[in-house]
């Protein structure tokens, strides 16, 4: 079941990002439809993360960790969302398990589905430049999950993963409101603080 916003809503969203002239959901939109998926590459105790987070995934982050032991941080260069949240919260709860740590440095973004990627580091950490963006979800019928009533069913899964990451459910209701789901928003590094992605910024 997709949630965040899937590849093939990408070529509306880019002309509608066109309409608005919103460059930085333009960059994101534009990048999110040229990444391919998921994939690791292994330099001494890191791996370097890029590409859209689906199905695959799970099977990715299970052999990363299998054979390569001595990997401790997870680099997150150009995560731009996930195609199958269901695939990317078993995914990241691999890396909590693992005990891995997750960064993005001065060049790279992360967004969406790669923001709770993010959030399964067991420390997390940025480097200032980093573009971490959040916006709500849609899919299955919702055209944008801050129109659903907070007690429904549908928002749970995400409540509980944030909670299992010691992430405030807060943050959730505030990725929903930040942005609508054919758009993104660029956290601060005060929102970043404040709702406990990461203690600093480098």
């Known amino acids: 079941m997709k949630k965040k916003l899937g590849i093939g809503l990408l070529i509306f969203a880019i002309m ?8 930085g959901t333009l960059e994101y939109l534009v990048m999110g439809a040229v990444t391919e998926k ?11 993360m890029t590409g859209v987070i ?12 299998a054979n390569n032991p001595e990997v401790k941080t997870i680099v997150m260069k150009n995560v731009p969302g996930s195609m199958d949240d269901e695939s990317n919260l078993v995914a990241s709860r691999l890396v909590r398990e693992a005990g891995l740590n997750t960064f993005v440095p001065a060049d ?37 999950a801050n129109l659903l009533p ?47 992605l990461v203690s600093t910024v480098n």
């Not at 998921?38 to 370097?48: H, L």
């Not at 689906?54 to 960790?65: C, E, G, H, R, Y």
């Not at 573009?131 to 299955?140: F, K, L, P, T």
Request: with cysteine; proline share 3%; net charge negative.
């Open 38 to 48: 998921v994939k690791f590459q292994v330099e001494g105790n890191t791996a370097i």
């Open 108 to 144: 790279g973004m992360i967004a969406s589905g790669g923001t709770d990627f993010f959030c399964a580091g067991v420390n997390r950490s940025i480097e200032a430049g980093a573009e971490i963006g959040v916006h709500s979800w849609a899919g299955d019928g919702v055209s944008n």
């Open 16 to 23: 509608g990002a066109l309409i608005v002239s919103n460059l």
């Open 150 to 196: 907070r007690d429904n069913p549908e928002h749970q899964k995400y409540l509980d993963y944030y909670l299992e990451m010691g992430i405030p459910t807060d943050f959730y209701w505030f990725t929903i409101q930040a942005a609508p789901a054919e758009s993104i928003h660029n956290m601060s590094t005060e929102e970043l603080i404040e709702y406990k």
């Open 54 to 65: 689906d199905k695959s995934a799970i099977q990715s982050v299970k052999a990363l960790i």
